[in-house]
């Protein structure tokens, strides 16, 4: 689709906002949000007509790009069938969501609860454990991110929990391994997951394995970092939790259906949790959906003993529909094996490319379509672009970045230190490559800032 510009619904677009929205994460005075007139695949663009490689799959949900035509047309389908209906009656869409999402589910994760979203999933995942144990404290890590509801950003260990953590969520942080920036003082791979695996049940016995109802870890940590875990680690965390009774929650709402070149990330590693909470991909976001697929063990604990939660918008239909096209497209089109193909082909040779000539990157990591670029001043010291949980004037080299790809028609996924690579996982690699090119050229005005 050819953008046709039309400056003046623009501003009418973007003064309703402003007199209106209220923007999330945001203080409200000082956001100037673009006004967007359309998007398709892997391009978005505003009202004066300029278009956008999206290099963020809208928030990393995406999968499939923008406006697939058989999604949107299984969403007209839906609404002319059965619009909405109650979640405690048996659908359609929503059975056969379920089994869908159940055949390429790892283990014997079979049960499908729905949510409208990964904060709600991780709440629901969060509550079946506390259930299951009958006990209060769940352990998750630094440097993650599970969500914006008040358990979920209270079990997230980045600055965005710090307002709402009342110190009364029964949430203990702990250090996962991360090698950059190790917190074990290792040198290699196998020194910082064995030492990450010691701290953790070190926390575990000092804690009372007796009061831990959980640990969640996202698979693959993503606006943290995108920090690949090392071979070993989360199967070391599922023996920890065999050995102590505890219930093993992977968060998968960014790393599920296919982002990682793989249905779930958790087929990387071979591990199996109990339970695993998912959104986004699911449907490529086309209509809010979420949920947490639960192994038969946690299932058999409300097979006589009520579930106390719900929603009423649990299995929308329409959101459902969305996710049965979705995951039958993806299929259909390899899009899973499309993002490990150029992941390993382009995305990963080229980022390490741009790493060789940019002095303003120290690390390249990711997999699949799901990569980050760690950007610094000095690669020697590994001193960050800009210091932790900047703002402001603070954050101007990465502001400077930021605006510096957006120049060159790429819309960029910046976060701290960090810029994320997430293009669709169907993106060409045409579409790919021109992303990065246009990486190249921003990453020079990241470099001014590096000594």
């Not at 352990?139 to 993650?144: D, K, N, T």
């Not at 699949?368 to 900047?390: C, D, H, I, K, Q």
Request: aromatic content about 10%; charged content about 20%.
């Amino acid at each position: 689709m050819t953008p046709q510009p039309s400056p003046e619904a623009g501003a009418a677009v973007k003064a309703a906002d402003r007199a209106h929205v209220f923007h999330s994460w945001s203080a409200q005075d000082l956001i100037d949000p673009l006004a967007v007139a359309g998007a398709e695949g892997s391009y978005f663009w505003d009202y004066d007509g300029t278009r956008y490689l999206d290099f963020t799959s809208g928030l990393v949900f995406t999968n499939i790009g923008y406006q697939h035509p058989e999604v949107v047309a299984a969403i007209q389908e839906q609404a002319a069938k059965l619009t909405t209906f109650a979640p405690a009656f048996a659908v359609e869409a929503r059975s056969e969501a379920a089994r869908l999402i159940a055949e390429r589910t790892p283990g014997d994760l079979d049960k499908i609860f729905f949510t409208n979203g990964g904060a709600d999933a991780v709440e629901h995942a969060v509550r079946m454990a506390r259930l299951h144990t009958g006990r209060p404290k769940v352990l998750s890590a630094y440097r993650s991110y599970h969500g914006g509801t008040q358990q979920a950003v209270n079990i997230t260990g980045d600055p965005r929990r710090w307002a709402s953590d009342g110190a009364a969520a029964g949430v203990v942080h702990f250090w996962a391994p991360f090698l950059y920036r190790s917190r074990f003082y290792a040198e290699t791979e196998e020194q910082e997951c064995a030492r990450a695996l010691e701290h953790l049940e070190t926390t575990i016995a000092f804690e009372g394995p007796g009061t831990i109802a959980a640990i969640i870890l996202e698979t693959v940590p993503g606006t943290a970092g995108i920090m690949v875990p090392p071979l070993g680690y989360l199967a070391g965390v599922r023996e920890l939790c065999d050995k102590y009774g505890i219930v093993f929650i992977l968060d998968e709402v960014m790393a599920g259906f296919g982002r990682t070149g793989e249905w779930f990330a958790a087929d990387l590693f071979g591990v199996v949790p109990d339970l695993m909470t998912f959104a986004k991909g699911v449907n490529s976001g086309y209509v809010p959906l979420g949920g947490v697929a639960v192994s038969q063990e946690i299932a058999e604990t409300f097979g006589k003993r009520p579930y106390p939660g719900g929603l009423t918008y649990s299995g929308h239909p329409l959101a459902c529909a969305a996710a049965v096209a979705t995951i039958n497209v993806m299929a259909r089109e390899g899009v899973v094996e499309n993002a490990r193909l150029l992941g390993e082909t382009v995305v990963g040779p080229g980022l390490a490319a741009l790493a060789e000539r940019h002095p303003s990157v120290g690390e390249v990591r990711g997999v699949g379509m799901f990569w980050a670029l760690e950007l610094v001043r000095s690669r020697e010291t590994r001193e960050p672009l800009v210091p932790y949980n900047a703002a402001g004037e603070a954050n101007a080299p990465m502001a400077a970045f930021a605006a510096a790809a957006k120049r060159n028609g790429l819309w960029p996924f910046v976060n701290m230190n960090r810029t994320h690579v997430v293009p669709p996982c169907n993106a060409t690699e045409a579409e790919l490559k021109a992303g990065l090119a246009a990486l190249d050229a921003a990453l020079s005005v990241a470099d001014e800032h590096t000594v």
